[in-house]
C-alpha cells in the first residue's frame, strides 16, 4: 500500500521541529533548570552561590574560602583555648563541606574531638625554645618573645561562641610529626563547633559575619 506524501511531509516537519528543540532550545532548557536549582540550593541548604554552576560568583562574596568553622574548647584543666577544626580534616572534607555546610558535619564531628590530644600551634617553637634552654642554661630568654607572636595566637575574626575574647594560643589536634614536648600536649575535654560565612552590607560597606549554623556542643561544659 503507497504512503500517502501528506504523511512522509508531516513525519519530516515533526522530525525537523524535534531536531531544532534539541540543538536550539535543550541547551537553553537546561541551563535554566541547572540555574533555578542552584538558586534553590543556595537559598534553602547554604550551597556556596560560587558552585553548583557559579551563577553567583559575580554578585556575592559567598565564596567556599569565606567559611569557617568556628571552634572553641576546654582543655582537661578548664581552660579556655581556640580550636583549628581544618588540621583534623583531609582537604577533600574541608572543600566539600565549605561548598555544602551542614548541621549534621558538626554533630558528627563533635564528639570525634572530645579527649583528643591536642597541642598549639606553636609546638615547633617550644621545642626549639626547650632546647635552647637546655642548651644555654645561664641565659635569660623571654618566654613570651618566641611562643607568642601575633601570628600564632590565631585569626580571631569570628566572634567567640562564649562572648569572650580568646587569649592563648590556636590550638590543633596533635600529629605523628610534631616533636616531643610532653609539658605542651593537651587534652580536649569539651568542644563548641559553629558555621559562620562572611557577608557585604551593602548599605555600611562593610563587610561582616554571620552564622550558618546552630552551636553544636560536645564533651563536658560548666
Known sequence: MARSPWGTRFSLERRDRIQYFLERGLPATILIMVALLQLYLTQTVNLSPWKGGGFGMFGAIDAPDMRVIQAEGLD???????FDVYG???DRTIRRTRTL???SDLEQLAPQLIKQPIVSTTI???AVYQKFQEHNTDLAVDRSTILNLPSDTGVNAWPTLSGHPITQPLYRLKTVFDPEVPEAVKTLKAIRLQWWRIRFDQMNHRLWSEPLSSVVEAGVWP
Open 76 to 82: 582537661q584543666d578548664g581552660n579556655l583555648l581556640q
Open 88 to 90: 583534623a580534616l583531609d
Open 101 to 103: 555546610p551542614r548541621q
Open 124 to 126: 615547633q617553637r617550644q
